[in-house]
Antibody, heavy 117, light 112 residues
């Protein structure tokens, strides 16, 4: 069965960087584009960025441009998101999600990133 | 960006009664291939979202048939024919037609 297992919670200081991972199993990793989505505390969902199935193309939300990098390693079937220059309003749950024709058919369990001095 | 406006933002329903959630898009969600990439998800407290419906009205495997999706132009509706206790949580729509994908604000469903 398809599983997306994310790395554990992180606590970072403002200005620092964080790298979150998402390990995929149960399917051919290179068959699907992958996305990152953020859910701020008590808020809705916000798209962060995506990477194509082979890691050739990335696209980022304008508000994260220059601060976020999404990569993937097909040898380990792992997706990564690195977010730099962290601010307090970057605090939230970050989810990886598998893209299937304009939809997310599988989600990771979420990684809580807390930015606090 | 496409704005997805959901209503109501909260819903209190008696067990066994129907529920309906609306989602309106700020522009057409019909893609050049003729498909409409409108999805509905359910998120229980402390859990990841689970997709219920994709392409407006196709239910995911294992989703009870009391859930249905429909559309009228840029207005989309998720209906639960008879609410059960396990249906509590937040429901949200998401469009996957235009970049970036965007989400409704979410509707919190509770049992009355």
């Amino acid at each position: 069965q398809v599983q997306l297992v994310q790395s554990g919670a992180e606590v970072k200081k403002p200005g620092a960087s964080v790298k979150v991972s998402c390990k995929a199993s149960g399917y051919t990793f290179t068959d699907y584009d992958m996305h990152w989505v953020r859910q701020a505390p008590g808020q809705g969902f916000e798209w962060v960025g995506r990477i194509d199935n082979v890691g050739a193309t990335t696209t980022y939300a304008q508000k994260f441009q220059g601060r976020v990098t999404v990569t993937r390693d097909s040898s380990t079937s792992t997706l990564y998101m690195e977010l730099s220059s962290l601010k307090s309003d970057d605090t939230g749950l970050y989810y990886c999600a598998r893209d299937w024709y304009g939809s997310y058919d599988h989600w990771g369990q979420g990684t809580l990133v807390t930015v606090s001095s | 960006d496409v704005v997805m406006t959901q209503s109501p933002l909260s819903l209190s329903v008696t067990l066994g009664q129907p529920a309906s959630i609306s989602c309106r898009s700020s522009q057409s969600l019909v893609y050049s291939d003729g498909n409409t990439y409108l999805n509905w998800f359910h998120q229980r407290p402390g859990q990841s979202p689970r997709r219920l419906i994709y392409r407006v009205s196709t239910r995911d495997s294992g989703v009870p048939d009391r859930f249905s999706g429909s559309a009228s132009g840029s207005d989309f509706t998720l209906k639960i024919s008879r609410v059960e206790a396990e249906d509590v949580g937040v429901y949200f729509c998401m469009q996957g037609t235009h970049w970036p994908y965007t989400f409704g604000q979410g509707t919190k469903l509770e049992i009355k």
